[in-house]
């Protein structure tokens, strides 16, 4: 069985993006992963445009645009396999956006075999998205020698996690001012202008951590602030990109997660050199849109 | 007195002529019921990635190239964010970074002579939706059809003096873009719209002054009208004190001829600009722009040249033409059916304008068949018919779309040439009609008219005017005897 992100369109299922704002908003169309898969699908409400850690996670393979790498913290944990194709390989026809420069539908699942098997599946141009590879094809099989390893360090490893969050935040801002309570969607009762109608549909509808990125997202926009942090991480996430010497390498190993797993009883500890790792791992792999396996 | 010159700049929003929207397959037609052309894309639903429309790049290249402009190597798309219900997304699609093309330039001609006017640029955009305001009711409903049609804005520097300098400009811009077929440039429709930045200064002066934009002029009357308000409040304003000038936009209001400020917030509108990751940037290489130029149908300059000189076509009759588009294909697609050049724009001017007019149309909107048009020219040249009866066949065609050859033949209206037949006509008349005939005999030419109507009619309005005159004059001389 294979589990479909509630950001993922089913023509007539509510897709909430785990949200509010779209609790009955029933899908127009079917996504074109949804079309490509061409099997029953169940669905799976994560957190909230994937800015929340999801609660739980469904027993089977999972389908989701995990940005934030909530989902893959979980993963994780669970010693499950994530992963995460190399931007513009699947189409997001259908996917409810969230950072469109990082929006890339990915496979949860028990192992890499399963996890490609579905990729080989789903990925492939599709015209109805406007950026993708031309040609893109998945398939796994096991390497015919060991690898050879080499320690690297990364050079602008710090810069990661903030030129992340600035592009990010930026970026869901913009999609996420489609949701205004005027056309589709929840919308607030007991409004007299339109300003009310905005304020307090968003308002009630709204998660913080949604919240948090639109107002983080309009700050870097914002005239004041632009050249100071978007442009800025604009230009840094050129320099991260060009800095992973996938010219010399053909596998960057990281550690996924700083905490280890919350243990019954125990405090969840945090090691700082393991963070940073952990963040070029996730949200690096999103800035210079390679792929990722966790 | 003080000596003040109005210094203006433009901004001219030209709807792309393309069958769909900028970054969805709805159409962008005019006209249809509120809402009909809409789909999850254009109403802004999640889970519809931006997929830029080709033809709209190839309709940009194009008024590019008309426009002397510089196109960009690689040229890229923006959001400019701001709420409000026309526009469902939230954000516009627009060029700000990289747009399709700069430093444009056209010459225009007035009475007082040649000028170029240079553009700062020309981008790619989305139109917004159209609110409809329910007085009765008190509600505003949104119209979403207009909703990511594609338009491109023509930003031009501060170039302008004169309100005759922008209405050459804007009619200059007009023929242009309408030839190369990138807009049908309707002011009244909305698919050509202009907003004027106007500010005032002393004769001789280097600093410009303090600028206002107009907006909502949907004619070029309006236009010159709203630029001589407009100026003339300002010069008020520096002369006299008693208002103070703030840099606002103002709504022109034709009916009263007055503009209004739409006050706008104190603080301006932060649009929080930023590259849109949706699509990505377009190389705009050599081989496409070439491909686009070699493609490109004649402008009209050089067709009234070819009118005038290779067709020996009338001066007032090329200008006719070529100064719509629409005429001018009629007239392309009507001689490429009947080559008689001549008797093709004298229909087209003489006839077709006329019902036209009747039914409340012009230039830009009268429509006809082309080949029924030319085959009915053909058959009042080859003398089938005579001109009154091709000019009622012509109605014929454009209410009903009927043949020309059918119907002349179904209702037997082929031209009376048979001399018997007219001579025996103007025998009855003649005795009928004594007096007028005795009139015309004794030098009254305008009798003859008289004579001519009843004969005419007599001959069910189909016979060769021509020949029933000739044989008219002839018995009345004495017919042979």
Known sequence: MVYLDDSILQAGKIASAGSKMLRNFAAPFDAEVVTR????????????????????????????NDVFGHVRTVVAERGLCSLRPTYGTVSRYGLIPTACSMDQIGVVCRTPAEGFSLLARIAGHDEKDGAMFPDARYSYEKPAQAPRLHREALPYADLVEPVFHILAYAEISGNLSRYDGVKFGYRAENYKT???????????????????????????????????????ALRARRLIRDSLRFDLYDV???????????????????FRGVQLAAGVKNEGALLAAWEALS | MKQYEVVMGLEVHVELATQSKLFCSCSAKFGAAANEHVCPACAGMPGMPAVLNKRAVELGIAAALVTNSEITPVMTFDKKNY????????YQITQINAPICRNGRLEIETGAGKKTITLKQIHIEEDAGKLVHDARTGTTLVDFNRTSVPLIEIVSNPDFRTAEEVVAYLEKLRSLLSFAGVSDCKMQEG??????????????????????????????????AAIAFEAQRHIDALETGRETLVQETRRWDDALGESFSMREKENATDYRYFPNPEILPVRLDGA?????????????????LRMTGELGLPEVDSRIITGSKNLSDIFDRTLASYGNPREVVNWIIVELLAIAKGDNKGEDDVSVD?????????????????????????????????????????????????????????QTVLSENEKSAAEVRGGN??????????????????????????RLRYWLTGGGL
């Open chain 2, 370 to 426: 082309c080949v029924k048009f030319a085959k009915l020219i053909e058959l009042v040249d080859g003398k089938t018919i005579n001109r009154s009866v091709g000019k009622k066949i012509l109605q014929k065609i454009l209410q009903d779309g009927v043949d020309p050859e059918a119907y002349v033949a179904e209702n037997n209206l082929g031209l009376v040439s048979d001399t018997g037949l007219i001579d025996r006509a103007v």
């Open chain 1, 194 to 232: 339109l300003e009310e109608l905005y304020t307090k549909t968003r308002t009630e509808a709204f998660g913080f951590e949604t919240k948090l990125a639109a107002v983080m997202g309009c700050l870097a926009l914002s005239q004041d602030h632009y050249a100071a942090l978007y442009d800025k």
């Open chain 2, 83 to 90: 709420f409000y219900p026309d526009l469902p997304t939230g």
């Open chain 1, 252 to 270: 960057l190993v990281l550690p996924v997660e700083s905490r280890l797993p919350v243990l019954a009883g125990l405090p969840s500890l945090t």
């Open chain 2, 445 to 470: 030419e305008k009798a003859v008219g008289f004579l001519m109507g009843k004969l005419m009619k007599s001959l069910g309005g189909k016979a060769d005017p021509k020949l029933v005159n000739e």
């Open chain 2, 191 to 224: 698919s050509m719209r202009c907003d004027v930045n106007i500010s005032v200064r002393e004769a001789g002066s280097g600093v410009l002054g303090t600028r206002t934009e107009i907006k909502n002029m949907n004619s070029l009357k309006a236009i010159a």
């Open chain 1, 37 to 64: 898969l061409n099997e029953p699908c169940e669905r799976a409400v994560l957190g909230e445009f994937g800015l929340e850690p999801p609660k739980s996670l469904p027993d089977g393979v999972l389908l989701c």
């Open chain 2, 288 to 304: 496409w722009i070439e491909q686009i130029r070699s493609a490109l149908p004649e402008p009209a300059r050089e067709k009234f």
